[in-house]
């Protein structure tokens, strides 16, 4: 597991700055890693093709060939589009051992990945992401 506190991110900006580029439910989530509630999120049940890109920067992170019904009420994906765009790194919040998803690009929260569930896919894994980390850009725009 990488730690995000072992890399400057690329886009590094203040609390304050965030807070002018991003809605407050968007900062409490990218920035404060919050969650948003379950089955509520704009992109839990997109089939759309293209790239999910960090809301808070821009930066390629998933690929809609990568995305899968999980029915865990968030989008589910089975391997980032690129393995040098997320970083993983140990959550011990809640009483649990979990692995927290971070941009690489600018260290905002994007959700949590999980291993050994028995979805039936290439790696064994959920990428379970919160929609308003992501801005989805469909194929041909």
Partial sequence: MTSAGEATPNV???????RE???PAEFA????????RPFTGEYTDTTTEG???CRACGAE???STEKFESHCGWPSFFDP????AVILRADDSLGMRRVEVVCANCHSHLGHVFEGEGYPTPTDQRY???SISLTL???GT
């Fill in 12 to 18: 590094a900006l203040t609390d304050d700055q965030w």
């Fill in 128 to 130: 379970c992401i919160n």
């Fill in 29 to 36: 989530v990218l920035r404060q890693a919050g969650t948003e």
């Fill in 21 to 23: 580029k991003l809605s």
């Fill in 51 to 53: 790239v999910y890109q």
């Fill in 61 to 63: 992170l998933f690929r």
């Fill in 81 to 84: 589009a690129n393995s040098d």
């Fill in 137 to 139: 850009v469909p194929a």
